[in-house]
C-alpha cells in the first residue's frame, strides 16, 4: 500500500501548488475512518481508496480530484456524514464524494434496480463534473484487480458483467484507453474464463514459433520510413484476448483464420508527417481493403485522432497500423485526463473542463435519462447507446454525427435533435432517397425530411438502434396510450353507468379515488382503460347498494348472445362503445386471428395492462372467455369513419402457372388494395396454397376485392381468412 509522504509526493512532482495539507488531512482522515474494516483480501479497508488515488496520480489529476479518492467511500461504508465532508474539505470535494457515492440504505426491488439507480445518480453527477466518472473508473480498475479475493462466484460474475456492458465502454467514450482495456480483460477473464484461457495460450504458442517477431516487424518498418524521409517512433503489441475474441465472434470465425491479431503505432512530429507515412507504408506494401479509416479529419466524438490502416507488411504478415502524432498520443491514451496535463489557463467556450454537459454523448444520456419512465428502462438503453461499435455520418452542411453501429435514418434524425426525430418523415442517403429502415454505413451523407403534421411511429422502435430514439419513441407511446386509456376508460364507465340508471360524473368519480388508489379522475379512467378496473367495479364502489339490489347482469354473456342485445326497433345498438382507428399498440388492439374489419359486428376482450383487443363477433378464439362476461365490451366502429387502412386477410388457392402472381397483384392494385404480406402455405404442380394480407378500407372493400379475384381465372378459390 502506498504511504502518505509517497501520495503526496506524487502529487507535488506534477502540481508544485498542490495543496500538501489537504492531501495529509485527507489520507489521515480516511485511514481513521476505514478504522479496522477489512477487504475480502484481508488487506486493511483504508488500503483500497489509497490506491484508486494512487491510480488517478497517473493521469495527473487535480488536488481535488485525489482528495476524492482518498474519501470516496466514507460515506457510504462509515458513519461520516456529507455535511462533515464539507465542513472539513469543501463543497466541490463534496459534490465529488457524494457524487461517486453508491445509493445505500435505499429499499430496491433487485439487483437490477440498484445497479440502474446507481448508475442514474452517477451520470447526474457526472454530467455537473466528468471527475466523478475519473474516480468511479479507478474505483471499479482496483475492484476488478481484487476480484478474484471475492468468494461467491455469482457475485463475482455479476461485477464483471457490470464493468464489461457499463465501465468500459464509459472509459472509451472519455478516450481512458488504458482504463478500457484493463476493465475488458479482467471483465472478460472472470465471463469466459476457458475462452480467455484459450486465446492467452494460443498467442503465447505464436510467439515461441515466431521468436521476436514484433520486433522484426517494427525493424523493417522503421527503415521503410526512415527511407522515406520520416523519424518516428514505433510499438507493437498483440492484440488483447477480449478484441480478439470480439473478432471471432463477429465474423463468426475460429482463432487460426484470423490474420490480423498484431498492432503497431507509428507516432510521428505533425499531422503532415502522419500523412506522408501513410503515403509510404500503402507504396510499400499492399493495402488491405476496407481498414483505412481517417480519424484526424473526422476525430471521434470523444477527441480521439489517428489514422488506422491494414496492410500485408513485412514477412507476409497481414497488420493494423495506427499512425498519430504525440499529441493525439496523449489524448487517444489518457483521453479526458490529458487536459490536466496543462495549466487550464482560458476556460473552453463549451464550458471548462470539469463540466460533463460539454459533451455530446453526456447530454444524450441525460436526454435518454428524461424519456426514461424508470431506472431498468433508462439503463437498457443506455447499454444500448454505449456498448456498440460506431458509424460516422454527416449531414448537408458537413457535421459529424456519431450512432451506433446498425444504426438507421431514424436514429439520425433523432441524434440531430429530438423534434427533428419526432416529424421524420424520409430521408436522403448520399443524395438518394431511402427507406427510413436502411442501415446507414461511415461516411454516408443524411439528409432527414420532415413534415409538421408527422408524429413518431410505433414502428419504428423495431428497427432503431440508439438509446436516444428508441427511449424516445416509447416515451410517445406511453403518452398516447395512457391518452387512450383515459379515452376509453371514460367510455366504458359511461355505459356502465348507463346501465344502472345513472349519469357518469367527475364528481361521483372523485369519491373514489382513494378506493382505487390513484390521484385524478382521468388516472382512474386510464385503469379502466387499460384493464387494471371494470366500470362496473368503480360503479359498486360509487353505489354500494347496488349489490343488494340486485345480481349482476352479465352485458355479454357469450358470443351467441350478443346480436339480439341492445338493439332499438331500428336495429341500432344502444349503449355500445364507439371505437375510431387507432394506432396498432394503443389502447385498442385488433386481434391478428379475425383481422376484424370496419362493418363487422365487433367486441372487445378487457386485457388487464393491455385494454381491450377487438375481435370479430364470431371469432373462435373468443370461447375460452364466454364464462368472464366482465371482460366483456360492446363496441362499434365509429361511423365517421378516419380513412385509415386496416389488414383484410383471405386464404388462396391460385393456378401454379406462369404470370399467377402477377395477375393476382393486378387485380387486388386495380381494386384499390394494396398487399402487405403473402405466404405460400403450400404448393403442388397445378395449386399454390397462401395466405395473403391487404391493405384495405371496411369490411365491404374487402368483399369487392374478394369478388373480383373469384372472377379471375388463375384464381381457383378464395376465402376470408379466419385465423
Not at 482496483?142 to 478474484?148: G, I, Q, V
Not at 463468426?252 to 491479431?261: H, K, N, P, T, Y
Amino acid at each position: 500500500m502506498m504511504r502518505q509522504y509517497e501520495l503526496v509526493e506524487r502529487v507535488k512532482a506534477y502540481d508544485p501548488t498542490a495543496d500538501e495539507d489537504a492531501l495529509n488531512r485527507a489520507y489521515v482522515f480516511a485511514v481513521q475512518r476505514h478504522g479496522s474494516q477489512l477487504r475480502a483480501s484481508g488487506d486493511p479497508y483504508f488500503s483500497h481508496p489509497v490506491e484508486v488515488a494512487g491510480i488517478l496520480t497517473r493521469y495527473r489529476l487535480d488536488t481535488a480530484t485525489i482528495i476524492t479518492a482518498l474519501l470516496h467511500d466514507t460515506i457510504e461504508d462509515t458513519d461520516v456524514t456529507l455535511d462533515e465532508v464539507t465542513r472539513l474539505f469543501g463543497g466541490d470535494v463534496a459534490r465529488l464524494v457524494d457524487g461517486v457515492t453508491k445509493l445505500a440504505r435505499i429499499e430496491l426491488q433487485s439487483d437490477q434496480t440498484k445497479q440502474a439507480e446507481n448508475f442514474r445518480k452517477l451520470l447526474l453527477a457526472m454530467s455537473e463534473d466528468i471527475r466523478v466518472l475519473l474516480v468511479k473508473l479507478a474505483d471499479r480498475v482496483h475492484n476488478m484487480r481484487t476480484l478474484h479475493y471475492i468468494k461467491k462466484p455469482e457475485k463475482r460474475r455479476r461485477i464483471a458483467l457490470e464493468t464489461m456492458e457499463i465501465y468500459a465502454p464509459l472509459a472509451e467514450r472519455i478516450g481512458m484507453q488504458e482504463f478500457k482495456v484493463e476493465l475488458e480483460e479482467s471483465a472478460f477473464a472472470e465471463l469466459h474464463p476457458d475462452a480467455h484461457a484459450s486465446i492467452v495460450a494460443r498467442l503465447r504458442y505464436l510467439e515461441e514459433q515466431g521468436g521476436d517477431l514484433v520486433s522484426r516487424v517494427i525493424g523493417e518498418l522503421r527503415d521503410t520510413l526512415a527511407h522515406g524521409g520520416v523519424q518516428a517512433t514505433l510499438s507493437g503489441r498483440e492484440k488483447t484476448p477480449c478484441s480478439i475474441w470480439r473478432k471471432m465472434q463477429r465474423k463468426d470465425v475460429a482463432f487460426e483464420q484470423l490474420s490480423d491479431i498484431m498492432a503497431f503505432r507509428v507516432l510521428v512530429p505533425s499531422v503532415e508527417d502522419c500523412y506522408r507515412t501513410l503515403g509510404l507504408l500503402h507504396a510499400a506494401y499492399p493495402m488491405v481493403p476496407g481498414r483505412f479509416k481517417d480519424y484526424i479529419s473526422t476525430p471521434k466524438p470523444n477527441g480521439y485522432q489517428s489514422l488506422h490502416t491494414g496492410i500485408i507488411g513485412p514477412q507476409r504478415h497481414r497488420i493494423e497500423i495506427q499512425i498519430r502524432t504525440h499529441a493525439m498520443h496523449d489524448i487517444a491514451e489518457m483521453g479526458v485526463a490529458a487536459h490536466w496535463n496543462y495549466k487550464q489557463e482560458a476556460v473552453p467556450a463549451a464550458g471548462p473542463l470539469t463540466d460533463g454537459r460539454q459533451y455530446r454523448w453526456v447530454r444524450e444520456l441525460l436526454e435518454i435519462l428524461d424519456h426514461a419512465t424508470n431506472p431498468e428502462e433508462f439503463l437498457e438503453h443506455t447499454k444500448l447507446e454505449m456498448f456498440q461499435d460506431q458509424v460516422f455520418c454527416f449531414t448537408p452542411k458537413g457535421d459529424l454525427i456519431a450512432l451506433p453501429g446498425g444504426a438507421t435514418p431514424v436514429d439520425f434524425a433523432y441524434a440531430v435533435h429530438t423534434h427533428v426525430g419526432d416529424t421524420c418523415v424520409g430521408a436522403k442517403v448520399n443524395g438518394r432517397i431511402v427507406p427510413l429502415r436502411s442501415i446507414l454505413s461511415n461516411g454516408d451523407q443524411v439528409e432527414v425530411i420532415t413534415s409538421p403534421k408527422q408524429t413518431p411511429n410505433p414502428e419504428w422502435e423495431r428497427f432503431v438502434a440508439s438509446g436516444k430514439a428508441r427511449a424516445r419513441i416509447r416515451r410517445y407511446i406511453r403518452n398516447q396510450q395512457k391518452g387512450q386509456h383515459t379515452e376509453l376508460g371514460r367510455k366504458i364507465l359511461s355505459q356502465a353507468f348507463r346501465d344502472e340508471g345513472y349519469e357518469m360524473t367527475d364528481k361521483a368519480l372523485s369519491v373514489v379515488l382513494k378506493k382505487f388508489k390513484v390521484d385524478t379522475v382521468d388516472d382512474l379512467c386510464a385503469h379502466v382503460g387499460e384493464g387494471i378496473h371494470t366500470g362496473r367495479e368503480v360503479v359498486l364502489a360509487v353505489y354500494p347498494g347496488l349489490r343488494m339490489a340486485k345480481p349482476v347482469e352479465e352485458t355479454l354473456p357469450r358470443p351467441r348472445h350478443l346480436d339480439g342485445r341492445h338493439r332499438e326497433k331500428n336495429g341500432s345498438r344502444r349503449h355500445a362503445v364507439a371505437i375510431k382507428g387507432l394506432i396498432p399498440g394503443m389502447a385498442l388492439h385488433y386481434a391478428k386471428c379475425c383481422h376484424p374489419l370496419p362493418g363487422d359486428r365487433i367486441v372487445g376482450i378487457v386485457t388487464t395492462g393491455k385494454g381491450v383487443t377487438i375481435h370479430t363477433i364470431d371469432c373462435e378464439q373468443l370461447g375460452p372467455f364466454s364464462d368472464q362476461p366482465e371482460r366483456w365490451l360492446d363496441l362499434a366502429w365509429d361511423q365517421e369513419g378516419t380513412g385509415q387502412n386496416y389488414i383484410g386477410r383471405v386464404n388462396l388457392v391460385v393456378s401454379n402457372e406462369t404470370g399467377s402472381l402477377g395477375v393476382l397483384s393486378t387485380i387486388i392494385a386495380k381494386n384499390m388494395g394494396n398487399i402487405t404480406n403473402l405466404k405460400i402455405t403450400g404448393r403442388t404442380a397445378e395449386f399454390f396454397d397462401m395466405i395473403v394480407d391487404i391493405d384495405v378500407r371496411d369490411v365491404k372493400h374487402l368483399i369487392n376485392i374478394i369478388a373480383a379475384l373469384r372472377a379471375t381465372p388463375s384464381v381457383s378459390s378464395v376465402e376470408r381468412a379466419r385465423k
